[in-house]
């Protein structure tokens, strides 16, 4: 594809996806690892982002009553990365201490999601509150 200046057109820098169905959480790990591969991320890399993105879907799903995922490359002028956001309007997380202890399940899961999630990835941030809905990102960092 061309841009208006004739040069190809840059691929585009978010993509949203739908996490309504476990349909949806095997397209976002398909979306995830194509992401990566295209950024060049090696497959230990791909398999921990990966993995970490099927947790926070799958929470997203059970716990936020659906949601949307944002895969957005970034940068911070040294380094290129690949963010994921996981977005939903459910009840929140009331302690987020609490969730993100080893073993805690209000679901009957095992309670090793969020805490799994966040030793994946380089970076990890939740932004919730009771009845305000949840928003966990993560973003893996690429040196060049
Ligand atoms: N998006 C969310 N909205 C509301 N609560 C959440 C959300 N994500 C996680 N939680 C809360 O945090 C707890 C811990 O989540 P975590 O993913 O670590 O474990 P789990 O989903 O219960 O079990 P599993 O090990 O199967 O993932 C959940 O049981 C739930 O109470
Ligand atoms: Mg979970």
Same mark, same amino acid.
């Given at each position: 594809?061309?841009? @208006? $200046?004739? $040069?190809?057109?840059? $691929?585009?820098?978010?993509?949203?996806?739908?996490?309504?169905?476990?349909?949806?959480?095997?397209?976002?790990? #398909?979306?995830?690892?194509?992401?990566?591969? @295209?950024?060049?991320?090696?497959?230990?890399?791909? /398999?921990?982002?990966? /993995?970490?993105?099927?947790?926070?879907?799958?929470?997203?799903?059970?716990?936020?009553?659906?949601?949307?995922?944002? %895969?957005?490359?970034?940068?911070?002028?040294?380094?290129?990365?690949?963010? &994921?956001? =996981?977005?939903?309007? *459910?009840?929140?997380?009331?302690?987020?201490?609490?969730?993100?202890?080893? *073993?805690?399940?209000?679901?009957?899961?095992?309670?090793?999601? &969020?805490?799994?999630? #966040?030793?994946?990835?380089?970076?990890?941030? %939740?932004? /919730?509150?009771?009845?305000?809905? /949840?928003?966990?990102? %993560?973003? #893996?960092? #690429? &040196? =060049?």
């Amino acid at each position: 594809m061309l841009g @208006a $200046q004739g $040069q190809a057109a840059a $691929q585009p820098t978010q993509q949203i996806l739908p996490l309504h169905s476990d349909e949806d959480v095997v397209r976002l790990r #398909k979306q995830v690892r194509d992401s990566m591969v @295209a950024m060049g991320f090696g497959l230990i890399e791909q /398999t921990k982002i990966i /993995t970490a993105a099927s947790e926070l879907a799958r929470n997203t799903l059970r716990y936020g009553g659906g949601g949307e995922a944002h %895969i957005a490359r970034v940068s911070d002028g040294a380094r290129l990365g690949l963010e &994921l956001r =996981f977005v939903d309007a *459910g009840p929140g997380i009331e302690d987020i201490t609490l969730a993100l202890t080893d *073993g805690y399940t209000s679901g009957g899961g095992l309670g090793l999601g &969020l805490g799994g999630a #966040k030793r994946l990835a380089d970076a990890f941030h %939740i932004d /919730t509150a009771p009845g305000a809905g /949840t928003t966990v990102t %993560i973003a #893996k960092w #690429k &040196l =060049f």
